[in-house]
Antibody, heavy 121, light 113 residues
Framework: QVQLVESGGGVVQPGGSLRLSCAASGFIFSNYAMHWVRQAPGKGLEWVAFIRYDGSYKYYVDSVKGRFTISRDNSKNTLDLQMDSLRADDTAVYYC??????????????WGHGTLVTVSS | DVVLTQSPLSLPVTLGQPASICCRSSQSLVHSDGNTYLNWFQQRPGQSPRRLIYKVSNRDSGVPDRFSGSGSGTEFTLKISRVEADDVGVYYCMQGTHWPPLTFGGGTKVEIK
């Protein structure tokens, strides 16, 4: 069965950095695009970033462009999110999510359990 | 960006009764490939989201048939034919037609009366 397990969350000061990871199993990771989606405490869902099956294209929500970098290692079945220049409004649970397609972002058919990132001094 | 507006925000329902959630889009979600990439997700309290419906009306594996999706263009509906206690949570619509960004509706909280 498909499993997505996030790690790397924690408390960081404003302006700091954090790297999230997602370990994937139960499917051929290199055949699918992947996403990061976040949810601020008590709020709705917000798509953050997308990466194609081969890492060739990446897209970001405007609020994180230039600060966050999505990457993947198909040899290790892992998805990462490097988060720099963190702000208080980046505080959220971050979910790793699988896309059902290879190339274009369409949906999220499987989700991880999420990892909490808290940006606070 | 495509804005998805859900209604109602909160939906108290009696067990065994039907429920209906509306999702309106700021522009048509019909893609040039002919598909409409409108999805519905359920998020139970304390859990990760789970996809229920993709491309307007296709149920995911394991989703009870009391859940159904319909609609076209800019107006879509998620219906629960008979609400069960297990259905409590927040429901989100989401579009994958016009991107970036992928966008979600604000959510509808379903609770038992």
């Amino acid at each position: 069965q498909v499993q997505l397990v996030e790690s790397g969350g924690g408390v960081v000061q404003p302006g700091g950095s954090l790297r999230l990871s997602c370990a994937a199993s139960g499917f051929i990771f290199s055949n699918y695009a992947m996403h990061w989606v976040r949810q601020a405490p008590g709020k709705g869902l917000e798509w953050v970033a997308f990466i194609r099956y081969d890492g060739s294209y990446k897209y970001y929500v405007d609020s994180v462009k230039g600060r966050f970098t999505i990457s993947r290692d198909n040899s290790k079945n892992t998805l990462d999110l490097q988060m720099d220049s963190l702000r208080a409004d980046d505080t959220a649970v971050y979910y790793c999510a699988k896309d059902p397609t290879m190339v274009n972002p369409r949906s999220f058919d499987y989700w991880g359990h999420g990892t909490l990132v808290t940006v606070s001094s | 960006d495509v804005v998805l507006t859900q209604s109602p925000l909160s939906l108290p329902v009696t067990l065994g009764q039907p429920a209906s959630i509306c999702c309106r889009s700021s522009q048509s979600l019909v893609h040039s490939d002919g598909n409409t990439y409108l999805n519905w997700f359920q998020q139970r309290p304390g859990q990760s989201p789970r996809r229920l419906i993709y491309k307007v009306s296709n149920r995911d594996s394991g989703v009870p048939d009391r859940f159904s999706g319909s609609g076209s263009g800019t107006e879509f509906t998620l219906k629960i034919s008979r609400v069960e206690a297990d259905d409590v949570g927040v429901y989100y619509c989401m579009q994958g037609t016009h991107w970036p960004p992928l966008t979600f509706g604000g959510g509808t909280k379903v609770e038992i009366k």
